[in-house]
C-alpha cells in the first residue's frame, strides 16, 4: 500500500514510525513532515489544508490511504473532500466528517452532545458578543475559579481559568469583543470548574464498533508543578496508575459508549480517533472535552504500547470491521518528555542546530518542530523533540527520558524535569 500521513508533528513521526514497519506499507509519504519522518519516510512540502495539492500528490502517487494527524484538515473537511470526489472516493481516510469533526471544533456543539446524550461534563452556557453583560452576571453566579473556553480552534490555547472575577470578566470582554483568539472565539464557552484528576481516554472507531486504546496523562502546563502558561503538552504517562478496571468501566459505560451511539444517532460518519479528555472527580469521570485525532505528545506513549499493525488496524476502520480487531498492549509503562523552544509559549527562536538525538539508547526519539538544513537537524517549532522510554515502572522509564535528554543539545533547550510528578 501507499500511504500518506497528513501533518508535521511528533504525533505524525509516531503515526510513521508504527506505519514503517507494517509489511503491508510499500511507500510512505508524510506531508509536510519534519527532521524525523525524513528518515523513514518521503517529506512533501504541502500544507494540511491545500486539499487541491493533496489530491495531486495522491493521485500522482497511487496512494490508498490517508492518515489525518491534526485537527485543522478535518475541520475543513478532508474526509468530505475525499469522499465526495469521483477520482478519490475509494481512499481510505483515516478521520471524521466535518460533522463529526465540530466536535473538537465546536465547544458549544461538543457541550450540546453530552447534554443530548447524557454524558457526565460541567454545567456550562455559551456567550457571544451581543450577550457579553448576560456572559459577565453568568460569572457572578459561578465559584472560583471561572474556565473560560473559545468556542473554535486555537492551537490548544483557547482555553483560559481564572481565579479574580474581574480578572474573568475583563477576559471575556477581551474573547468577545477584542476577538482575542480571532473568529475561535466569536462565542465563548464558560464553565463551572472541576477539581480533580487528568486523563485522557482515546477511542478508535469505525463508526459502528470501537475499540478503547492505552489511557494516558499528559502536562500542559510549561512549569513544573503544572505552573505557568499552557502549552501543547510537555510530557506524557501510559497507563495511568489510577486509572484501574472499576473507574475503566465507568468511562466506558457512562462515556464512551453513549459517545458512539450518539454519533450512530446522528448518523455521523467517523472512521476515526475519538480523544476524550476526563477528569476524575471524587470517584467519577466527567469530559472535559472531545477531540477528533490522537493527542500531542499522548500519541507518543500511546502508539509505542500498541503490538498491532497499525496499517492492519486501519483498513478493519475503513472496512468498518474494527469488531474483528483484538488489541495486542505491551504491558510496560510508556513515559515522555518533551523538549521545547527557550521562551515558549510565547515568543522563542527558530533555526537552531540540534545535536545529540542519534546517540540516544534504549528511548524512541520523535521530532515534532523539526526540519534539515543543509544536512543538519534545525528547530522549526516551539515543542521541537519528545524523548519516549518503556519499563515495567513509570518512573523508571521517565528516568531513562531524563538520562538520554542529556545527550541531546539545542540553544535555550527547556524541559520539565517532573513529569508524573502527580501519579
Request: proline share 4%; charged share 30%.
Amino acid at each position: 500500500m501507499h500511504i500518506l500521513i497528513l501533518g508535521a508533528g511528533g504525533r505524525e513521526h509516531t503515526f510513521a514510525y508504527k506505519i514503517a514497519q507494517s509489511p503491508k506499507c510499500e511507500k510512505l509519504f508524510v506531508a509536510p513532515g519534519n527532521a524525523g519522518t525524513a528518515g523513514i519516510a518521503t517529506n512533501v512540502d504541502i500544507s494540511v489544508t491545500d486539499f487541491e495539492a493533496i489530491k495531486k500528490l495522491v493521485l500522482d502517487e497511487n496512494i490508498d490511504m490517508v492518515v489525518v494527524g491534526p485537527e485543522d484538515p478535518l475541520v475543513h473537511g478532508v474526509y468530505d473532500f475525499f469522499k465526495n470526489d469521483k477520482e478519490l472516493a475509494q481512499v481510505a481516510v483515516i478521520g471524521p466528517s466535518k460533522r463529526g469533526a465540530l466536535l473538537e471544533g465546536s465547544k458549544e456543539r461538543a457541550k450540546e452532545f453530552m447534554a443530548l446524550y447524557n454524558i457526565p461534563t460541567a454545567a456550562y452556557e455559551s456567550f457571544k458578543a451581543e450577550s457579553l453583560d448576560a456572559g459577565k452576571a453568568f460569572l457572578e453566579d459561578l465559584k472560583p475559579p471561572y474556565v473560560l473556553k473559545a468556542d473554535g480552534l486555537a492551537a490548544g490555547k483557547g482555553v483560559v481559568i481564572l481565579n479574580d472575577l474581574e480578572d474573568a470578566k475583563a477576559e471575556l470582554t477581551d474573547m468577545l469583543t477584542n476577538k482575542k483568539f480571532g473568529a475561535a472565539s466569536e462565542t465563548v464557552v464558560i464553565e463551572e470548574f472541576l477539581d480533580g484528576i487528568e486523563l485522557s481516554v482515546f477511542v478508535l472507531t469505525d463508526g459502528k464498533n470501537y475499540i478503547t486504546l492505552p489511557t494516558a496523562k499528559d502536562y500542559k502546563r510549561i512549569g513544573e508543578g503544572d505552573k505557568g502558561l499552557n502549552t501543547g503538552g510537555m510530557g506524557a504517562v501510559s497507563p495511568v496508575p489510577f486509572a484501574d478496571a472499576t473507574f475503566m468501566e465507568k468511562i466506558e459505560n457512562r462515556i464512551v459508549k453513549p459517545t458512539i451511539e450518539g454519533l450512530k444517532a446522528e448518523e455521523i460518519d467517523y472512521k476515526g480517533f475519538i480523544f476524550i479528555g476526563l477528569i476524575k472527580v471524587g470517584d467519577d469521570p466527567k469530559v472535559i472535552e472531545y477531540n477528533v485525532r490522537m493527542g500531542d505528545p499522548e500519541t507518543e506513549v500511546v502508539l509505542p504500547r500498541i503490538k498491532n499493525d497499525l496499517v492492519d488496524v486501519f483498513e478493519k476502520v475503513a472496512a468498518q470491521k474494527l469488531d474483528e480487531v483484538e488489541l495486542d498492549l505491551d504491558p510496560r509503562s510508556a513515559a515522555t518528555v518533551m523538549l521545547v523552544s527557550g521562551g515558549y509559549p510565547e515568543a522563542y527562536e527558530k533555526g537552531k542546530v540540534l545535536t545529540g538525538s542519534e546517540a540516544v539508547e534504549s528511548s524512541l526519539v520523535f521530532h515534532a518542530g523539526t526540519h534539515l538544513k543543509d544536512g543538519e537537524v534545525v528547530t522549526s517549532g516551539g515543542r521541537v523533540m519528545a524523548v519516549t522510554s518503556l519499563h515495567e515502572d513509570f518512573k523508571e522509564a521517565l528516568k531513562t527520558s531524563y538520562k538520554n535528554i542529556e545527550k541531546i543539545k539545542f540553544d535555550k533547550m527547556n524541559y520539565r524535569k517532573d513529569i508524573g510528578f502527580d501519579l
